[in-house]
Nanobody
Framework: QVQLVESGGGLVQAGGSLRLSCAAS????????MGWFRQAPGKEREFVAA????????YYADSVKGRFTISRDNAKNTVYMQMNGLNPEDTAVYYC?????????????????WGQGTQVTVSS
């Protein structure tokens, strides 16, 4: 019922920045927790960041805390993630996800809808 489309990925140099966007269509995601996950080649999908329904609380993986910022604009049905100080370890496909009632906010299985992903590549 919900379609999520990520954009904003690309190739950047180490230390650079990117801003990812996740646009939702169909049912509004304003009532859902939104999260970002990433998956590097040959590795499992891992939690990056999440934001509560009204944007009052955010969660981050330790590896990105202080560098990434998740936000949402419910009027536009859009979730963002500003990524600063990127390093090669951040290279991955980044996925936007939506959860109605996640048991664990950092658990991929808790999320009901997923986007197709956007590639982020950070060169040394």
């Amino acid at each position: 019922q919900v379609q999520l489309v990520e954009s904003g990925g690309g190739l950047v140099q180490a230390g650079g920045s990117l801003r990812l966007s996740c646009a939702a269509s169909g049912r509004s995601c304003s009532s859902n927790v939104m999260g970002w996950f990433r998956q590097a080649p040959g590795k499992e999908r891992e939690f990056v960041a999440a934001i509560t329904r009204r944007g009052g609380t955010t969660y981050y993986a330790d590896s990105v805390k202080g560098r990434f910022t998740i936000s949402r604009d419910n009027a536009k049905n859009t979730v963002y993630m500003q990524m600063n100080g990127l390093n090669p370890e951040d290279t991955a496909v980044y996925y936007c996800a939506s959860a109605r009632n996640p048991r664990g906010i950092a658990t991929a299985f808790s999320y009901d809808y997923w986007g197709q992903g956007t590639q982020v590549t950070v060169s040394s």
